[in-house]
């Protein structure tokens, strides 16, 4: 970003709150670039007892990735992944639950991740070139971006194969990661679980 977008003068560097931030260069516009990070959305997508990858179009023959994309304005997490899923994949989804909230600084994104049920028959989006099903149990997280939510998916997967129900409260939540990249765990006091 080189210029205002309140009153069009250039923006230049200078110290506010301890950092180097983009500062409109008028006298008269307090305008700060704050670069807050971008809220995005991910979906673990179960369909058929498969994890639906997924390869976008301007990405290499063998990279895929779970649904993701951006909040749009007036929107809760919670639609926008629901809506990602449809524009995306073609399938109507509920939301199984909130896996975390992933900190990704290399885009300067926060991935809410969610698990999502989804039904019906893959229609690929236009942004995709393709899609592949996936057995959990084949699934392998990758280290960036959505792979440590996947990671989680998986661990609290087979944590809540190994323990027993609790009378009627189904599984145990999830982990939550915390907005320091750290895992926040059922026990840390930081995190209410139900």
Same mark, same amino acid.
């Given at each position: ?14 110290? +506010? ?7 409109c ?6 305008? /700060? ?32 990735? +779970? ?10 997490? %919670?639609?926008? /992944?629901?809506? %990602? ?6 399938l %109507?989804?509920?939301?199984?639950? #909130? ?5 990704f ?5 926060l ?12 229609? /690929? ?14 699934? *392998?997280?990758?280290? *960036? ?19 027993? %129900? ?11 990661? #915390? ?16």
């Open positions: 970003m080189k210029f205002c977008p309140y009153c069009g003068n250039e923006l230049a560097l200078a110290e +506010i709150g301890g950092k180097a931030r983009l500062k260069t008028c006298a008269t516009c307090d305008y /700060v670039f704050w670069d807050n990070p971008v809220p995005v959305v991910a979906a673990i997508v179960e369909l058929d007892g498969s994890v639906v990858l997924a390869r976008n179009k301007a990405w290499p023959e063998n990279r895929y990735a +779970i649904i993701a994309g951006f909040l749009e304005k007036g929107e809760t997490p %919670e639609a926008a /992944v629901l809506r %990602e899923v449809k524009e995306e994949l073609g %109507e989804g509920q939301i199984a639950g #909130l896996v975390g909230y992933y900190s600084f290399e885009r300067n994104q991935i809410f991740a969610f698990h999502v049920r989804a039904q019906g028959k893959v229609v /690929v989006g236009e942004e995709l070139a393709e899609v592949k099903l996936v057995r959990p149990e084949e699934l *392998r997280p990758w280290s *960036r971006g959505t792979g440590p939510a996947v990671r989680d998916w998986l661990e609290a997967r087979k944590a809540c194969k190994r323990a027993p %129900e609790r009378a009627g409260a189904g599984p145990a939540p999830l982990q939550r990661r #915390l907005f320091d990249g750290g895992a926040a765990r059922r026990d840390d006091p930081r995190i209410m679980t139900q």
